[in-house]
């Protein structure tokens, strides 16, 4: 189908299928509505196809029985199939492009751009709020973290809600988020796993996270589980990308605390000579990792997590 079902009916139902948003792709959807009419909750996942975490967790999440909810959750779980399907490091591979730098998108632009277009012009009116799920791809490590736009008190109520231990303070452009939080949709990524593993507690921690959500936005009834603490830390975060192709050395573990001018790791070439040395720009603590050993020029090395 090239559209969507009307997201709000007032009758409960569970429907699920394919959509081709733009020709070229065609992605999953689920869609849960309640006898009662309320908020829509947009829940998108597999923006990065080999972050599976998030992927099975939305998933799951289209199987909730509409009884007891309260509005709608539209899920779209893989939104880069061709990602998923050949286990694609950050980019969708008919374009080479990154999907979550592509926002808002433009309409005759690449299938990235055209897709990013799709959701801002299509879905993101009607929603009410986002959770785009994410987890560490097949390259990366890291700590669970929610991200969400720098500003924006809804947003920032969101990641409280959802109860991850970090929650950042997020700026830049090409987001998801991002574009979200300009067009008035509270909105929040959310970061669990990593190294393209995905386990039961990890896809526990996002549905906990997501129930949360829903008990936030009165569409479940309570009480919802209990977060891990009673309120995030609060960071903004720095992210330097390697300046060189060569081989990555991290310096730092997850977790581990840094200070400014400390060293955060080094890049060397195949005989081991140093092409790089990267120092930490401010204090803070290590949120994720480049987890691979193979690194190129413009990609990222790690996130310092400075807390506000």
Known sequence: MDALPALRTGTPRSERGFITPVEGI???????????????????AGVHGSEYCSIEAALRLIGRDPAGLTGTILVLPILNPGGFRRRSIYVMPEDGRNLNRMFPGRP??????????????????????YLDLHGGDLSEALAPFSLFPAGSDASQALAVAFGLPVAVAAGGEGYTINTAGRLGVPSIIAEVGGNGVWDEAGVAAMTAGIDRVLQHLGMIPGPAPAAPQDRPQMVTMWVPAAGTDGLWYPAKEIGQTVATGEVLGEIRDVFGSICETVRSKQDGFVLYRLSSLAVNKGEALLGVGTPI
């Open 108 to 129: 005759d632009g690449t299938l990235s751009e055209r897709l990013a277009d799709w959701l801002v012009a299509t879905i993101y009116p009607q929603a009410d709020a």
């Open 26 to 44: 065609e992605i999953p959807f689920g869609l849960v509505e309640g006898r009662v009419p309320g908020p829509t909750l947009l829940v998108t």
